[in-house]
C-alpha cells in the first residue's frame, strides 16, 4: 500500500490529495487538528468542535471520494459537552472508517482543552491492511502501541502536532516503537508556526527494520510503501511479539503483587 503524509497546510490539502493520487497512493495522512489549528485556545476549539458525522466529515469525505484517496484528518471533536482531540480515516469513497479520540493528553495545553478518550485500541481494514490510529504524544507510551500491535494493527497512523525542541520523538522514538512492537508507523507532523510553538516537521514512516521515508522541517508530500510481508519477515527474525511472557509484566498494570 503506498501511503502520503501531507507536511503542509490543511488550505493546501485538495492539490495534496490530487498529487497523491496521481501518483498513487491510497492513503494521505495530514496532522493532529490540521483542520483547525491546535494551540488555538480552548474557546477557538470550542467553538469549532463537530460531531464526528458533521460538516467536516461530509465536506472531507467529497473531497476523498473526487480523487479515489482515503485521508486520515485531525479535528475537534464535540460529543455532548465534552471535546476531544480527535482523527477520522475515510475511505476512498469518502465512507466513515474509524474515529479515535486521544488517550494521552500533553500537559496544559491538552488538558485546558479536551477531554481524554478512553479506548486505547481503534483499527480499521484498509484496502487489505489492518490500520490502527493513534495520536501524538500517544505513541510516546510503548505499553500502547504494543497493544496495537497484539490486536493485529500492521500499519499505526499517528498525526501529531511536535513542536521543537523535541524532535528526537520523530528522530529516535518513532523507529524504535516501529521496530520493538514489529508493525509500521506513520508519524505525520506540521512544519509552521503557531503562537510561540514551532513544529518541527521531520514526519516518519518506520518499518521494523529501517525508516522508509523521512521528510524535512518545510511543507513536503512524502510518500512511503508499506508492505504486509515485510512485517511477516521482520516478525520471524526478531520475534518480540511470540517471546513475550506476559506473567511476569502484571505489575505494569496490576501493581506488584503482595
Not at 508492505?227 to 502484571?250: F, K
Amino acid at each position: 500500500m503506498i501511503i502520503a503524509v501531507h507536511q503542509g497546510p490543511h488550505a493546501r490539502l485538495p492539490q495534496a490529495l490530487a498529487a497523491a493520487a496521481e501518483k498513487g497512493a491510497e492513503l494521505v495522512v495530514t496532522a493532529e487538528m490540521g483542520t483547525t489549528g491546535y494551540h488555538i485556545g480552548a474557546a477557538a476549539v470550542a467553538q469549532r468542535a463537530e460531531a464526528a458525522d458533521g460538516p467536516m466529515a461530509v465536506e472531507l469525505g467529497a473531497l476523498a471520494a473526487e480523487h479515489g484517496v482515503g485521508l486520515l484528518y485531525g479535528y475537534p471533536e464535540r460529543d455532548g459537552d465534552a471535546v476531544y482531540n480527535s482523527v477520522q480515516l475515510l475511505s476512498p469513497q469518502g465512507e466513515r472508517l474509524a474515529n479515535y479520540r486521544k488517550t494521552h493528553l500533553f500537559g496544559d495545553l491538552d488538558r485546558g482543552q479536551f477531554s481524554a478518550g478512553d479506548t486505547p485500541v481503534v483499527q480499521a481494514e484498509f484496502n487489505g491492511v489492518r490500520v490502527g490510529l493513534l495520536i501524538c504524544y500517544d505513541v510516546e507510551f510503548p505499553e500502547l502501541v504494543r497493544a496495537h500491535a497484539l490486536a493485529g494493527t500492521q500499519v499505526l497512523l499517528v498525526p501529531t502536532a511536535l513542536m521543537r525542541p523535541y524532535e528526537r520523538i520523530a528522530d529516535l522514538v518513532v523507529p524504535v516503537r516501529a521496530h520493538e512492537s514489529q508493525l509500521y508507523v506513520v508519524y505525520a507532523n506540521r512544519c509552521d508556526v503557531e503562537g510561540e510553538l514551532t513544529y518541527c516537521g521531520r514526519s516518519t514512516v518506520a518499518s521494523p527494520d529501517e525508516v522508509v521515508a523521512k521528510a524535512g522541517d518545510g511543507p513536503q508530500l512524502l510518500f512511503a510503501e508499506v508492505d504486509p510481508a515485510v512485517l511477516a519477515r521482520t516478525r520471524a527474525e526478531t520475534p518480540y511479539l511470540a517471546d513475550r511472557r506476559p506473567s511476569l509484566y502484571r505489575s505494569l498494570t496490576e501493581g506488584p503483587r503482595a
